[in-house]
């Protein structure tokens, strides 16, 4: 069975940092693309940053160099470090593995608010 947690979201300020985590089980996370999502109320999903099994990262324009995305394949984890966050980065994130051969998988996603 696959899963994929999220953990490490909540409130914060804006101008503050979270460190988001996705633990992962049912798959072999070391040939899996993964990629942090985001969607706020109104809006549709949109990519927020992707790292590949040998470590290429890629970010939505939005992110600015305040976010980094990362991933520790001994541990079967994603993470994604935010810092500078903002009011309009509130949204609910999802963590994915994506691999062409093995299929897609979605976590259950987690509420991320930014706010004073």
């Known amino acids: 069975q696959v899963q994929l947690v999220e953990s490490g979201g909540g409130v914060v300020q804006p101008g503050g940092s979270l460190r988001l985590s996705c633990a992962t089980s049912g798959i072999i996370f070391s040939i899996f693309n993964m990629a942090w999502y985001r969607q706020s109320p109104g809006s549709q999903r949109e990519l927020v940053a992707s790292?590949?099994?040998?470590?290429?990262?890629r970010y939505g324009d939005f992110v600015r160099g305040r976010f980094a995305i990362s991933r520790d394949n001994a541990k079967n984890t994603m993470y994604l470090q935010m810092n500078g966050l903002e009011p309009e980065d509130t949204a609910v994130y999802f963590c994915?593995?994506?691999?062409?051969?093995?299929?897609?998988?979605w976590g259950q996603g987690m509420q991320v608010t930014v706010s004073s």
């Open positions: 790292i590949s099994p040998s470590g290429p990262t």
């Open positions: 994915k593995a994506a691999n062409t051969f093995k299929g897609d998988y």
